[in-house]
């Protein structure tokens, strides 16, 4: 009877659970591939499923404020250490390794490394963001800051309300996070790696969700062969992966933004972010002030909607191009080992990774070319800039550039130059369909400094001029809107409505001759003088022959031959 159950479950498994789907009363903000994951065990169901997930920013609910240090007589992974503070033994100068900070929200004008405030324009009106609460209030390893050494504190994510701005979930209320990463230098000083913003739309609901949790290897026995460094723990019954942020029996659910409304976030740091940001994001305007002892930063743009996808198929029905995909490449298994010999497996590519571009194309035809949803996002971050990209695009010193785009995938680098063509390309990828079947219309911002433009081009200070393609993957041109001006130090360029699958985004750049003034040229003129000579009087006369007469004019005039002089 139980084989006959399970056989009956899985034929039913078998039909269902290809392209997982989402209840038409959810918002798109709450899908999940996750949703009830772990109920289809390989051993329960007898059926071994391999998955993809591609869904950014699916562990906001995981991050948490943490200092981590090393011990001086444990090496390796199960000598890491938390840290409660910079004072810690195992974070003293030389022992110190990384850290995770949520900025607090800034109590005083001097405060520094915090966040100043957040507001939203709508219809031309700013309405200013009311804090209102950290959640959850605390974390399991939050840290104290220490301006001296360059230490932020490490706290966690704040409640904002936008009085008469409600969202998708009819609140007016805003999860913020700001979040800085960073590594210890030999002295002891924090040094801040990345940068990382949201705003999130949620509604608090109670259910059974925890805060998480980092544990090290302190208490792990020195016998230990796996798992034995940093862990984080989770303390959720429910599904986290629809939270922005947990606290111990609640979860920031996510909401969508409200149409039409732009969102601004500002925040004083005490090291300047350098080289380039990616967003989530249409049209930003991202400003950067030098202040007393740092700098303040300030990030506005509009929301915009990203593709996600989900798909779970029975492990034996896969043609072998899937089933011999290196799982290891991102994702995890779970459930245990079923009667075919294999533990389920979710791939989770990122979706800024060539993984991610690889595993659209092997999954066509199961994604077949429509989002399971397009959830609104409004997120920022540095970007990590490697040693093949163009040298111009290697600045250290200051921001260089901004690239923002809605597409479900793309390359999580500055635009790749490419020198025969001598245009900046970048490569993105999106099902062609929303997850209510229409057309998605992507979108794409790059912003420059004039600068580095002049640097990478070699162009004069003359003004600059751009044009923005969009090649699809057919090779075929691509329609959209396109945005060129050069204002204030930076080359703004945009590229709005184009359509997917694979389109590559091409902006080149172009400048006008410079017109340059011929130099005043120095001749030297050499000045002939001439002596006057002595002025000598012409007389006239008058020469008759016949009826003819004749005009002779000379010094010392003579009629021609055969002439008589008049009387």
């Known amino acids: ?73 444990v090496s390796g992974e199960r000598g890491k ?42 219809d031309g009106r700013e309405i200013v963001g009311e804090y209102s609460r950290n959640f959850p209030d605390k974390g399991y390893t939050d840290f104290p800051a220490d301006l001296s050494k360059n230490i932020p504190e490490g706290s966690t994510p704040s409640l904002w309300k936008f009085a008469g701005l409600s969202h998708g979930g009819g609140t007016d209320e805003y ?14 000083k924090g040094r801040f790696n990345s940068y990382f913003a949201t705003i999130n739309p949620v509604t608090i609901q109670a259910g059974a969700w925890g805060r998480n949790e980092y544990k090290d290897g302190s208490l792990k026995p020195d016998s230990c062969v796996s798992n034995c460094g940093l862990e984080l723990l989770g303390h959720s019954g429910n599904d986290k992966f629809v939270c922005a942020a947990l606290a111990d029996g609640y979860c920031a659910l996510r909401q969508s933004f409200p149409n039409g409304t732009r969102f601004k976030v500002t925040a004083r740091l005490s090291q300047s972010p350098t080289g380039w940001f990616h967003g989530r994001m249409k049209a930003p305007d991202i400003v950067l002030g030098k202040v007393d002892g740092g700098v303040s930063i300030s990030v506005e743009a509009e929301p915009v909607s990203v593709p996600v996808v989900g798909v779970l198929e029975p492990y034996s029905k896969l043609p072998e191009v899937i089933r011999n995909v290196d799982e290891r490449r991102g994702g ?40 399971n949803a397009s959830p609104t996002q409004w997120a920022v971050r540095t970007l990590k800039v490697d040693q093949g990209a163009a040298s111009c695009f290697k600045n250290t010193s200051e921001l ?17 130059f490419d020198r025969e063509n001598q245009s900046l390309d970048y490569k993105v990828s999106s099902p062609h369909f929303n997850s209510k079947g229409e057309v998605f219309k992507g979108t794409y911002d790059l912003q420059l400094q004039s600068e580095t433009a002049r640097c990478l081009y070699g162009f004069s200070k003359a003004p600059i001029s751009a044009k923005i393609s969009i090649i699809s993957d057919s090779g075929e041109s691509n ?6 001006n050069e204002r204030d130090g930076w080359l703004r360029m945009a590229a709005y409505g184009f359509t997917f699958s694979s389109p590559t985004l091409k902006v080149k750049l172009s400048q006008e001759a410079e017109v340059v003034a011929p130099a005043e040229k120095e001749e030297t003129v050499t000045a002939q003088v001439v002596t006057p000579s002595k002025v000598v009087k012409k007389t006239t006369i008058t020469c008759i022959k016949g009826k003819t007469k004749k005009k002779v004019t000379a010094v010392k005039p003579k009629c021609p031959s055969g002439y008589k002089k008049a009387a």
Do not use: H
Not at 175 to 188: N, T
Not at 479 to 484: D, G, M
């Open 332 to 371: 995890f298994n779970w459930g245990g080992i079923g009667p075919e010999g294999r533990a389920n497996v979710l791939l989770m590519p990122s979706p800024d990774s060539q993984e991610a571009f690889d595993a659209v194309i092997e999954w066509k035809d199961y994604i077949k070319d429509k989002a």
């Open 81 to 122: 250490r938390i840290c409660k503070s910079i004072d810690n033994e195992f974070c003293k100068p030389g022992l110190g390794q990384f850290f995770t900070a949520f900025l607090p929200v800034c109590k005083v004008a001097t405060d520094m490394n915090c966040l100043v405030g957040v507001s939203a324009v709508l």
């Open 1 to 73: 009877m139980k084989k006959t159950l399970i056989a009956i479950l899985g034929a039913i498994l078998a039909l269902s659970i290809t392209a997982p789907v989402r209840a038409a009363d959810v918002p798109d903000e709450q899908w999940s591939v996750m949703k009830d994951l772990f109920s289809l065990s390989a051993p329960r169901t007898g059926i071994s499923l391999l998955g993809l997930s591609i869904q950014d920013n699916t562990n906001l609910s995981e991050r948490v404020s943490v200092m981590i240090g090393q011990s001086p007589t």
């Open 400 to 416: 260089v550039g901004v690239v923002t785009t809605n597409s479900m995938v793309y390359l999580g680098t500055p635009p790749t």
């Open 479 to 484: 329609i959209a809107t396109t945005v060129v």
């Open 175 to 188: 999860l913020v996070s700001f979040m800085v990463e960073g590594s210890f230098e030999q002295d002891g």
